[in-house]
């Protein structure tokens, strides 16, 4: 797995981005997830601060995996909805000029028709489609995430910027068949395995269901803590397979990052010491 390789999100650290980056350079990792939020908003960076990021990560042999958005509701929910949009684009933007071209958001779960492959259940007393019924709230908020990413697909693909949800909410293929479902080529996922089992999903499967729409993984782990309840823990502390899950990733030839996060330093750094075994 040498073309597998290794970064930290950078929030982890608990530092400040430019005193991270020494930090970061000591773990031997090459790539680090920013937060386009603080210091790094796109709307307070100019041109000049941008160049001067690129050099500062030059200078200590670092790259940026990606840039996360964090949003404060989904891309269904239509309050404030255009100031959330506009957000993604300028990180979109960043991302383009920063270089990773590649932005992570938490778009809400997909439409309920697509989760379970027919139409909701009409509440009572409304017969759906009937002539001046109003829509129900579902089907306004699935005709609201299905405009949102397909008008943020079509500006990636203008712009050459990806745009990857996270995985776990969904059953990956159901989230494999909703992104098919539009006609853009912007649309990825953040590869996240712990989030997936958590679920209750298997995460193995899911690496050759989502295939080449793989945009990153966040490298955590999950453990069962309880009869019915399970949570993150250190990374190769838990019940995934990263040998297993090693070996699906160089069946489809994932060539990105492994991105690392935990609580503090000394989690990441047990992080990344634990996957340098598989990427050595």
């Not at 920013?34 to 790259?63: F, K, N």
């Not at 269904?76 to 270089?99: S, V, Y």
């Not at 479902?181 to 499967?205: K, M, Q, R, T, W």
Request: net charge negative; charged share 25%.
């Amino acid at each position: 797995m040498a073309r597998i390789k290794l970064g930290i999100c950078q929030k982890s650290l608990g530092l400040p981005f430019r005193r991270s980056l020494p930090q970061a350079h000591q773990l031997g990792v090459v790539g680090l997830e920013l937060e386009a939020t603080g210091e790094l908003r796109p709307q307070i960076l100019t041109q000049t601060g941008r160049r001067e990021i690129t050099h500062l990560l030059r200078s200590h042999d670092l790259e940026i995996s990606a840039l996360t958005c964090p949003l404060r509701r989904g891309l269904d929910d239509a309050e404030n909805l255009e100031p959330r949009m506009e957000q993604i684009r300028q990180t979109m933007a960043l991302a383009f000029d920063l270089g990773p071209r590649l932005v992570i958001i938490q778009a809400g779960r997909v439409p309920v028709r697509a989760r379970e492959g027919e139409a909701p259940a009409e509440p009572p007393g409304v017969i759906l489609g009937s002539a001046g019924a109003a829509p129900t709230h579902s089907n306004q908020a699935e005709d609201l995430m299905k405009e949102s990413l397909d008008a943020l697909g079509k500006h990636g693909d203008r712009i050459g910027v990806m745009l990857a949800i996270d995985t776990g909410l969904d059953d990956p293929s159901t989230l494999s068949a909703y992104l098919n479902s539009f006609d853009v080529g912007s649309l990825a996922v953040n590869f996240n395995p712990a989030n997936l089992i958590i679920s209750g999903h298997n995460p193995y499967e899911a690496i050759k269901i989502f295939h080449r729409r793989i945009a990153q993984v966040h490298a955590e782990d999950a453990r069962r803590i309880s009869p019915n309840k399970m949570a993150t823990v250190l990374l190769g502390h838990g019940d995934l397979d990263w040998l297993a899950l090693a070996a699906r990733f160089e069946e489809i030839d994932y060539r990105g990052y492994f991105t690392i996060s935990g609580v503090d330093r000394a989690e990441v750094a047990a992080g990344v010491a634990f996957l340098q075994r598989f990427v050595a």
